[in-house]
């Protein structure tokens, strides 16, 4: 059990490197995928165009929505873009920042879909067969229109009976596949000349605006764990003492058949104060959580804030004790800072 709990622990704590990670098994599946297809054209003059171009373009949409909902700071930019203002304002270069780092990693492996697909040209000589002048090929010389766009609906079935005997099938079908690879090697190069510029143009740039919005955007997603954590800790401790409280008004052997095994009362009423912090009913839990979507904490430390948003004297914020205890006190260090929810 500890083992699963730590290797959650590390996926929570380089989800960036996980999302990476996604997002490259969505390619190799997007490209394992389109080589176990079985692709058939349905050689039709109607049918042609919208069968090519949807195995083209439709299963990348697919996989850039399952790019975009695996990556957990798509909610958080949202949520960060929906908030009230609060005490906080919103920094809209961290939003365009996080959405750019979300649309990179999510635009992987419909990429790697297409370039695959003009690679291979299946579908590229599918959907345009109908679309290539038939004046530059020998083979369809003193045929009727309607029966010259009837046999280019047949190059991609080489095994169909009117396009068994002509010489030009192959002459098209090689064409096509051509301006197919041309076009999936341009793509492919022009996006890696775009990543070599943006690596290394960046040093030319304020680094010091970059690092910013770097860091705060991370900050963003680390409050965000940070307070589902706490709020993780509170709840339990919550349904704990919701729980023991109910087989206290129960009979006397019931409580110490079920919780011999439990701490005395002492350090019940202890943890009750570490983890709780005063906020022991349905109404404050509430109140809470709304004050933390309508009023962020502001980002300063330097000030101790004196509202109480609850409305108890002794209440503090559920949070303060374990973000303080992450940073390990000095012993004897009695000062706690509270922040504004």
């Known amino acids: 059990?500890?083992?699963?709990?730590?290797?959650?622990?590390?996926?929570?704590?380089?989800?960036?490197?996980?999302?990476?990670?996604?997002?490259?098994?969505?390619?190799?599946?997007?490209?394992?995928?389109?080589?176990?297809?079985?692709?058939?054209?349905?050689?039709?003059?109607?049918?042609?165009?919208?069968?090519?171009?949807?195995?083209?373009?439709?299963?990348?949409?697919?996989?850039?929505?399952?790019?975009?909902?695996?990556?957990?700071?798509?909610?958080?930019?949202?949520?960060?873009?929906?908030?009230?203002t609060g005490d906080r304002k919103k920094n809209l270069a961290i939003i365009r920042y996080m959405c750019s780092s979300i649309l990179q990693r999510a635009m992987i492996a419909p990429v790697v879909w297409i370039i695959v697909t003009l690679l291979d040209g299946k579908c590229f000589v599918c959907a345009f067969s109908n679309s290539v002048d038939p004046d530059k090929f020998s083979g369809f010389a003193n045929i009727t229109p309607s029966q010259v766009q009837l046999l280019l609906s047949k190059v991609p079935c080489k095994d169909d009976e009117l396009m068994r005997n002509n010489t030009s099938r192959k002459a098209v079908s090689r064409y096509l596949r051509c301006w197919s690879q041309a076009l999936g090697w341009s793509i492919l190069l022009t996006l890696i000349v775009i990543a070599f510029l943006a690596r290394s143009l960046r040093p030319c740039f304020n680094q010091a605006a970059f690092l910013q919005t770097r860091y705060w955007s991370n900050y963003i997603d680390i409050e965000q764990k940070i307070f589902d954590e706490t709020c993780c800790?509170?709840?339990?401790?919550?349904?704990?003492?919701?729980?023991?409280?109910?087989?206290?008004?129960?009979?006397?052997?019931?409580?110490?058949?079920?919780?011999?095994?439990?701490?005395?009362?002492?350090?019940?009423?202890?943890?009750?104060?570490?983890?709780?912090?005063?906020?022991?009913?349905?109404?404050?839990?509430?109140?809470?959580?709304?004050?933390?979507?309508?009023?962020?904490?502001?980002?300063?430390?330097?000030?101790?804030?004196?509202?109480?948003?609850?409305?108890?004297?002794?209440?503090?914020?559920?949070?303060?004790?374990?973000?303080?205890?992450?940073?390990?006190?000095?012993?004897?260090?009695?000062?706690?800072?509270?922040?504004?929810?």
């Open 1 to 84: 059990m500890d083992r699963f709990r730590m290797i959650f622990q590390y996926f929570q704590s380089n989800s960036e490197s996980v999302t990476n990670g996604i997002c490259g098994l969505l390619a190799l599946a997007g490209v394992k995928i389109y080589t176990s297809f079985d692709f058939n054209c349905p050689c039709l003059p109607k049918y042609n165009m919208a069968y090519g171009m949807g195995i083209m373009f439709v299963p990348p949409v697919v996989l850039l929505l399952c790019g975009l909902i695996v990556n957990r700071q798509s909610v958080v930019i949202l949520e960060e873009w929906k908030r009230p």
């Open 233 to 341: 800790e509170h709840a339990r401790d919550f349904a704990h003492k919701c729980i023991l409280h109910f087989f206290e008004s129960m009979q006397k052997e019931i409580k110490q058949r079920r919780f011999n095994a439990h701490k005395e009362k002492e350090e019940d009423k202890e943890g009750e104060k570490d983890h709780l912090h005063g906020i022991t009913n349905q109404q404050q839990v509430n109140k809470l959580l709304q004050t933390w979507y309508y009023s962020k904490p502001r980002l300063d430390l330097s000030h101790t804030t004196l509202r109480q948003p609850l409305g108890l004297e002794r209440t503090s914020v559920p949070w303060d004790n374990s973000i303080n205890n992450r940073w390990h006190h000095q012993p004897g260090d009695t000062t706690t800072r509270q922040t504004d929810v």
